[in-house]
């Protein structure tokens, strides 16, 4: 057999090989530093990044988490997937090699038989044994088959970084529902010492009323006061267990086997995170990475469709033998081989249609991938944003703490000499509780600004060779 192109074959062959991928010049223009970055230090974020927390209990809830969480679990078995796959798809670049061995018995049950069986009426039964070595092999003439491997390969790298990325956002899950679970106990705690507060003040106010020196007004005010704080313990309370049952999902375990945490919230600590220049971010962020490799698979996927327009070569060999009893199978040895050229004609449309849903899909991944980098540099700018304005409002709420504590003691000293008013207890009061709420928030608010900064950066996360 001469092999020879027919001149509609040619033209499919130079019509494939025409098609190319149109590319939008929409670059992304990286900014050459952070908007928000002054006075930020220039020291890098570590491996071990929630360490700087200071808080050895939050060590050893990321370590159970790494353990114990299933979501982490589930996007390890999808990397051991894509391993698999990537396997798979390099295996066609290679020969395939298989064997076989059969045995056949055909007889002939009644009449004289018919010229295709081989049993007559003279020998009814006839026995043939045969055994085979084959391998086959077709000729990746286009690059298909490689295109196929390296998607794969891509997609294997993929998976690895969108697992780093469980792992990233699984970690930094942990420290803020630890720090939420922390400040919830710590407002819990301020709010019991305003209660007793209130109740000291309401003692005081009912001695007075006893005595008859303050008003059923006042003391139905004082009351009042004491019923609505009371009335907070279980609302925060309920909150803190919230958070620890949050906490206990990201570990993998029941909320009875998550031990309470006796951790004072003030020991807590926000590290000086260096945020680098947007030019690191990309390789820092295992999104971004994994949004690369997913648009490098898409761009192999093109090749691997537009390979499938042309013509393919298969190769094979065969050796064998075969008998017709079972003790003569390998005396009569024999070998076949095989070359075999084919390729599309007619296909409505599909293969082109194929060709132009890979090329759709590459463009749609480029620009996904541009818009997860637009979005990390979003992440970092928001995170620097809110570590410096949080910075600014607690340097003046620490003022605040300080001015209303004063006031509370002056107010509860004069009135308990009788030289000011009730009103004036209760609303300093009231204002001391809120600026010592405050004050827990905004540090919680603060240590979550750091945790959003090691996640906006990555962590400790780098690019590592496969």
Not at 33 to 55: C, D, I, L, N, V
Request: glycine share 6%; proline share 4%.
């Amino acid at each position: 057999m001469k092999p020879s192109l027919s001149l509609l074959s040619l033209c499919m062959l130079l019509g494939a090989c025409s098609t190319g991928v149109t590319h939008d010049n929409n670059p992304v223009i990286v900014p050459p530093a952070w908007q928000m970055a002054h006075g930020m230090s220039r020291q890098q974020s570590t491996q071990q990044w929630w360490q700087q927390f200071g808080s050895p209990e939050l060590d050893q809830l990321i370590a159970q988490a790494k353990t114990g969480s299933y979501d982490l679990a589930a996007a390890v078995a999808r990397v051991q997937q894509a391993q698999a796959s990537a396997v798979i798809a390099g295996a066609p670049l290679m020969p395939e090699v298989k064997w076989d061995a059969s045995g056949n018995r055909q007889k002939l049950l009644r009449g004289k038989g018919y010229s295709q069986l081989d049993a007559t009426d003279e020998n009814k039964a006839v026995d043939y044994f045969e055994a085979n070595l084959t391998a086959s092999y077709e000729v990746d003439f286009w690059g298909g088959k490689a295109a196929a491997r390296d998607s794969a390969e891509q997609a294997l790298k993929a998976s690895q970084y969108d697992r780093d990325t469980v792992e990233l956002t699984l970690l930094s899950s942990v420290a803020n529902s630890y720090v939420q679970t922390l400040a919830l106990n710590e407002q819990l705690r301020i709010a019991r010492l305003n209660l007793n507060n209130a109740q000291r003040v309401l003692h005081v106010v009912q001695t007075r009323h006893d005595a008859g020196s303050a008003t059923a007004l006042e003391l139905a005010q004082q009351k009042s006061l004491v019923a609505a704080q009371q009335r907070q313990l279980p609302l925060m309370a309920q909150q803190a267990q919230d958070a620890r049952i949050t906490l206990a999902v990201l570990l993998g375990k029941p909320i009875n086997t998550l031990a309470a945490s006796d951790t004072p919230f003030s020991r807590l600590r926000w590290p000086d995170i260096g945020s680098g220049v947007p030019s690191e971010l990309l390789t820092r962020r295992p999104d971004i990475a994994s949004a690369e490799a997913k648009l490098a698979a898409a761009r192999a996927d093109v090749s691997v469709a537009r390979a499938a327009m042309l013509p393919s070569l298969t190769l094979s060999a065969s050796l064998g033998s075969g008998a017709d009893r079972l003790s003569d199978v390998l005396r009569s040895p024999f070998y076949n081989l095989t070359a075999g050229l084919a390729g599309p004609i007619f296909n409505n449309g599909r293969l082109s249609a194929e060709r132009d849903k890979a090329t759709a899909r590459q463009q749609e991944l480029l620009q996904t991938y541009r818009s997860s980098i637009i979005s990390a540099f979003a992440d970092v700018e928001k995170a620097l944003n809110s570590a410096t304005g949080l910075d600014q409002q607690r340097q003046w709420q620490d003022e605040e703490l300080k001015q209303a504590q004063q006031a509370f003691d002056i107010a509860e000293r004069r009135y308990k000499a009788g030289a000011e008013m009730l009103l004036t207890v209760l609303e300093t009061q009231r204002v001391l509780y809120a600026a010592q709420d405050q004050h827990v928030q905004l540090r919680m608010a603060r240590l979550q600004a750091s945790i959003a900064m090691y996640k906006a950066l990555g962590g400790g996360w780098n690019t590592q060779p496969l």
